[in-house]
Structure formats: structure tokens, C-alpha cells
Antibody
Framework: QITLKESGPTLVKPTQTLTLTCTFS??????????VAWIRQPPGKALEWLAL???????RYSPSLKSRVTITKDTSKNQVVVTVTDMDPVDTATYYC????????????WGQGTLVTVSS | EIVLTQSPATLSLSPGERATLSCRAS??????LAWYQQKPGQAPRLLIY???NRATDIPARFSGSGSGTDFTLTISSLEPEDSAVYYC?????????FGQGTKLEIK
């Protein structure tokens, strides 16, 4: 059974750096084909993909946020971490991590999400 | 970047009716398109992948079709629990992109 859970601050100030951790179980990120992504959703708005890290440490980023986002993995801890620098109120959103592996390599398992508010 | 345009923005139907949701891509995504269902306060749930394959445990009333630039999600006979926002997503090209969603209301 695959599960993922996001953790991190719920409130950050403008210009600060956000660090979120995705802790997962039920699969290994050292297995060929596996990946974990970060996706966010501002309140009442659509989903936006941020970044994806693969089992072989290949990393992909959204061009709109590439200069601000970094994704890393710790295979031994079953964790994926995303950092977003220079946070702004428009970055207020629910941040999800999601598993990419089976089902055509789409996102077949998601965490519950964590709401991050950017406010001074 | 591939833009996915979903229509209609909102759909209001009665239980038992058939729902047809559309997703149009700004360029071909082959069959590399998925549909997700999201209910309020919940994470998205994968319904359909590779345009027409139902994900695990998804009821048979959900079906997907299309290829290239035009895709359809059909719910054959609506149940009250189908009330949700539905998103399409492509993985044919980087960056991965989602549509803006279709809100399905059950009367």
C-alpha cells in the first residue's frame, strides 16, 4: 500500500524560503521508473505542477518556477524535499506530493496536501 | 508549454444522466493524457490514464476517449457522489500541465 504525507510550516513570511518534506511508504525511490512530484493548488484554483524527481536522480522543474524551486530525495529515509525560495503571497496554496510509477506514469497516489499561507 | 483547455467550466446534471467533459490540447499529446477527480477538501484521484484506461478501483461508468488534441471523459450514469471538479493532465511534453478544471454539479 502506497502512502505519502507532506509536512512543513503552515505559515511563512514573504521573502522567506519554504521547505516541505514528503515522507512516503509502500515503494522505493531507488526502483526503476519511480518518481515523486510536487504539485500545488491555490485556494479555489487549478492544479499546478512544480517539480518531479526520478529514481535515477533526474529532476524536472516547471519553467515558471525553475529559478526558485529545488527538489531532492533521501532514498534511505523515503523522503523527498522541495524548497521554494523568495515566497510571496501568490504562493499561498495547498502543496501536494504525488507518486509517479504505475498507471501510465501518471500520479496514481497523492498525499493529503498541506496548506501553506504566505503572510507577514 | 502545452495548454489544456477544459469545457464546459461548469456542468449541472441530474442523477442517472450522462456527463461529457472535454479537454483540448494546444498541440498533440498523443494518448498521454489523464483525468483526475477532486472533491472538496480532498486530494485529486486518478480516474483515467493514457486517455482511455481506467485506474485501479474506478467504476466502469467512467470512461475516457480521444487522442492527439481532443479528449473526452464520459460518466455514463451520474451518481450523487460524482459531484466534483475534474482535471485533465498531459505528460507528453515538459512541463507537465493540467487543465483549469470542469466543475460537475449533481442536481
Amino acid at each position: 500500500q502506497i502512502t505519502l504525507k507532506e509536512s512543513g510550516p503552515t505559515l511563512v513570511k514573504p521573502t522567506q524560503t519554504l521547505t516541505l518534506t514528503c515522507t512516503f511508504s509502500g515503494f522505493s525511490l531507488s526502483t526503476s521508473g519511480m518518481g515523486v512530484a510536487w504539485i500545488r493548488q491555490p485556494p479555489g484554483k487549478a492544479l499546478e505542477w512544480l517539480a518531479l524527481i526520478f529514481w535515477d536522480d533526474d529532476k524536472r522543474y516547471s519553467p515558471s518556477l525553475k529559478s526558485r524551486v529545488t527538489i531532492t530525495k533521501d532514498t534511505s529515509k523515503n523522503q523527498v524535499v522541495v524548497t521554494v525560495t523568495d515566497m510571496d503571497p501568490v504562493d499561498t496554496a495547498t502543496y501536494y506530493c504525488a507518486h509517479r510509477g504505475g498507471s501510465g506514469s501518471f500520479f496514481d497516489y497523492w498525499g493529503q496536501g498541506t496548506l501553506v499561507t504566505v503572510s507577514s | 508549454e502545452i495548454v489544456l483547455t477544459q469545457s464546459p467550466a461548469t456542468l449541472s446534471l441530474s442523477p442517472g444522466e450522462r456527463a461529457t467533459l472535454s479537454c483540448r490540447a494546444s498541440q498533440s499529446v498523443s494518448s498521454q493524457l489523464a483525468w483526475y477527480q477532486q472533491k472538496p477538501g480532498q486530494a485529486p484521484r486518478l480516474l483515467i490514464y493514457d486517455a482511455s484506461n481506467r485506474a485501479t478501483d474506478i467504476p466502469a461508468r467512467f470512461s475516457g476517449s480521444g487522442s492527439g488534441t481532443d479528449f473526452t471523459l464520459t460518466i455514463s450514469s451520474l451518481e450523487p457522489e460524482d459531484s466534483a471538479v475534474y482535471y485533465c493532465q498531459q505528460r507528453n511534453n515538459w512541463p507537465l500541465t493540467f487543465g483549469q478544471g470542469t466543475k460537475l454539479e449533481i442536481k
